[in-house]
């Protein structure tokens, strides 16, 4: 199994960036889907990105699409969240998720999770 660890959260102004980093230990990182899960208080949990093993296919949610980019580095084991022009509601934990099956958008099939790194976007 893999165990994944977020960091790189904390708090930015609006229209500021943050990168969110994912590492992952244990079983080699490339054998994982990984995605980008945020969770805003008194809300669900929501997807936000993922990406492929290979990283060849990767997917934001189309409403985050041209501020908000996965990626990762197999060499290294990590994966990471670029945000860009951070919004407000942009406000909540992410998690990072990794599943030995395809690709996902659902929370529910991943089987492996970080404790979460807390965003804030102040206005």
């Known amino acids: 199994q893999v165990q994944v660890v977020e960091s790189g959260g904390g708090l930015v102004q609006a229209g500021g960036s943050l990168r969110l980093s994912c590492a992952a230990s244990?079983?080699?990182?490339?054998?994982?889907?990984m995605a980008w899960f945020r969770q805003a208080p008194g809300k669900e949990r929501e997807f936000v990105a993922v990406?492929?093993?290979?990283?060849?296919?990767?997917y934001s949610v189309e409403s985050m699409k041209a501020r908000f980019t996965i990626s990762r580095d197999n060499v290294k084991n990590t994966v990471y969240l670029q945000m860009n022009k951070l919004e407000p509601e942009d406000t909540a934990v992410y998690y990072c998720?990794?599943?030995?099956?395809?690709?996902?958008?659902?929370?529910?099939?991943?089987?492996?999770w970080g404790q979460g790194t807390q965003v804030t976007v102040s206005s």
């Open positions: 990406i492929s093993r290979s990283g060849a296919y990767a």
């Open positions: 998720a990794a599943r030995e099956g395809g690709n996902s958008r659902s929370p529910y099939e991943y089987e492996y």
């Open positions: 244990g079983r080699t990182a490339s054998s994982y889907s």
